[in-house]
């Protein structure tokens, strides 16, 4: 009895950790369903009150895993024409990531391990995840679902967004640092810490370019007629709560148009339409509330004014860099900032890639921003303003830096003094 009592119930400390391979496998189908569940609750509420009695659950559930597919940024199919749909609501892409995101970090307790024991559970998660993105392929299959799935693209698309979201989760919850790589440069060029200095100028440069694009779309959601079209296609209240929810699907996909449009390349829409500051083309577009605030056939005028969005965003960024180059020469100083503008390069071949597509066959299979010229635009914008504002801000630094900083230490101890002799 005393042996009994003395021994630990659970024995040694990694059986806390050890699961079955089943556990883990209904880990991934659940982080699946939840994430299935932030589309199916909206689309079965719709389908709640909607007046028409023609469409069954199942129906509704194909519709659910539909927009859960292209919500991955899966190529789609629409009616009976097999019209394409490519453009993935956004919104709901960033949901997708942030629970994958969290699944990963998760597992990181559980990828301690040496060998395939570190990888086993991450890895039956994984597979638990598509095993659902399985289901929802077969269920979009069936030629009466309003959304026709393309099997092999769709499960590729969601296993691509599934590994790089539980990759990202489970990194960061090994406590590995997101750094960028070093550029084989001689010291001469890039100085220490030059790689933390691109990461925090890259990300001012997107945050202050998506708020600057942000700034855009509401300017246009104000000059605009979108809630007079909404009123004039909604007939009902089903009807107008499911352009709102569209909508507000689309809303990070606007933002990204409207940083396009405030770059200077704007946007496509349609096949010979184009959307951008320095002059307007339309063609017949579908009656959508966002796609009325595009501007009318034009030529330059005052929607130039966009560009001061990536003028802002830029100089933000050239604040950044200088402030980190007050201990570098002016040529580290050049070489960070075009590391900075080379940077941009690939989130925004991604955002350009992401947020554009086809809403059908024909004229409408261009919509959104051209990639290169999306990332190619950012890098002028950096090279242009942000590199020659570092090297000032940082001369701006070095030669009045060293008389102000002491004068205003010593009138802050100053009032510090009289405060304390005051209390």
Same mark, same amino acid.
């Given at each position: 009895m005393t042996q009994l009592m003395g021994r630990p119930i659970l024995g040694l400390p990694s059986d806390l950790d050890s699961r079955s391979t089943l556990t883990d496998l209904l880990t991934g189908v659940r982080t699946a369903l939840l994430t299935l569940s932030v589309v199916a609750a909206p689309v079965f509420g719709l389908w709640v009150l909607a007046p028409y009695g023609d469409d069954t659950a199942q129906d509704a559930a194909r519709a659910v895993f539909g927009l859960w597919l292209l919500?991955?940024?899966?190529? $789609?199919?629409?009616?009976?024409?097999?019209?394409? $749909?490519?453009?993935?609501?956004?919104?709901?892409?960033?949901?997708?990531?942030?629970? $994958?995101?969290?699944?990963?970090?998760?597992?990181?307790?559980?990828?301690?391990?040496?060998?395939?024991?570190?990888?086993?559970?991450?890895?039956?998660?994984?597979?638990?995840?598509? $095993?659902?993105?399985a289901l929802a392929v077969a269920q979009c299959a069936d030629p009466r679902a309003l959304l026709h799935s393309r099997a092999v693209a769709d499960l590729a698309a969601v296993a691509l967004l599934a590994a790089a979201g539980l990759g990202h989760g489970l990194w960061s919850g090994l406590g590995r640092p997101w750094a960028l790589p070093r550029l084989p440069l001689p010291p001469a060029y890039w100085p220490d810490g030059a790689g933390a200095a691109v990461g925090r100028a890259l990300a001012g440069w997107l945050l202050a370019l998506t708020a600057g694009g942000g700034a855009v779309f509401a300017v246009a959601v104000l000059l605009g007629s979108a809630g007079q079209d909404a009123q004039r296609l909604g007939g009902g209240a089903a009807d107008w709560l499911g352009l709102l929810l569209a909508c507000l699907l689309l809303v990070p996909n606007g933002l990204i148009w409207g940083a396009s449009y405030a770059l200077g390349v704007g946007f496509a829409v349609g096949t010979g339409g184009h959307a951008g500051p320095l002059g307007t083309r339309l063609g017949p577009v579908p009656d959508f509330p966002l796609l009325t605030l595009l501007p009318a056939d034009r030529g330059p005028d005052w929607h130039l004014l966009a560009c001061a969005a990536p003028l802002a965003a830029a100089t933000a960024t050239a604040l950044l860099l200088g402030r980190a180059a007050t201990r570098w020469t002016p040529a580290q100083t050049a070489a960070v900032a075009a590391a900075t503008a080379l940077a941009a390069t690939g989130p925004g071949l991604l955002a350009g890639y992401a947020a554009g597509g086809a809403l059908g066959p024909g004229r409408m299979s261009e919509l959104g921003p051209v990639p290169w010229q999306f990332a190619l635009a950012q890098s002028a914008w950096l090279l242009a303003v942000a590199l020659p504002g570092a090297l000032l801000h940082r001369w701006w630094l070095g030669r009045h830096g060293d008389g102000v900083g002491p004068v205003i230490r010593a009138r802050v101890g100053a009032y510090r003094l009289v405060c304390r002799l005051a209390a």
């Open positions: 919500g991955h940024g899966a190529p $789609l199919a629409r009616g009976p024409q097999d019209a394409p $749909l490519t453009v993935a609501p956004l919104l709901l892409t960033a949901v997708t990531a942030v629970l $994958l995101s969290r699944a990963g970090h998760r597992q990181a307790r559980r990828a301690r391990g040496r060998g395939w024991v570190r990888w086993r559970s991450p890895l039956t998660v994984y597979a638990g995840y598509l $095993l659902v993105a």
